[in-house]
Nanobody, 124 residues
């Protein structure tokens, strides 16, 4: 069974940076496409970014493009999300997700496994 554990969230001022991590265990990490999603209070879960098994291909949501960077280290079984120039509207719980397929997708319904989330709060 795949387990995902996010870390790295916190309270930061607008303009600051964070690096979120997602530790993967239970299966072969490099066999999974990975993604980051976020959910703000009262809103639906939103796609942030995805990355293919090798890290050679990524998709980033237009709303965060240029500020958020997804990456992975298959030797460490870890997924990352570098977040720069944080804005108050980035405040949300951030989730990592895993999909046992080669194809990337923006649809939360197509991911098989989810972490418990890490809170990111940006103060103005």
């Amino acid at each position: 069974q795949v387990q995902l554990v996010e870390s790295g969230g916190g309270l930061v001022q607008a303009g600051g940076s964070l690096r979120l991590s997602c530790a993967f265990s239970g299966r072969t990490f490099s066999s999974y496409t990975m993604g980051w999603f976020r959910q703000a209070p009262g809103k639906e879960r939103e796609f942030v970014a995805s990355i293919n098994w090798s890290g050679s291909s990524t998709i980033t949501a237009d709303s965060v493009k240029g500020r958020f960077t997804i990456s992975r280290d298959n030797n460490k079984n870890t997924l990352y999300l570098q977040i720069n120039s944080l804005k108050p509207e980035d405040t949300a719980v951030y989730y990592c997700a895993a999909r046992f397929t080669l194809a990337q997708t923006k649809s939360a319904l197509e991911y098989n496994y989810w972490g418990q989330g890490t809170q990111v709060t940006v103060s103005s």
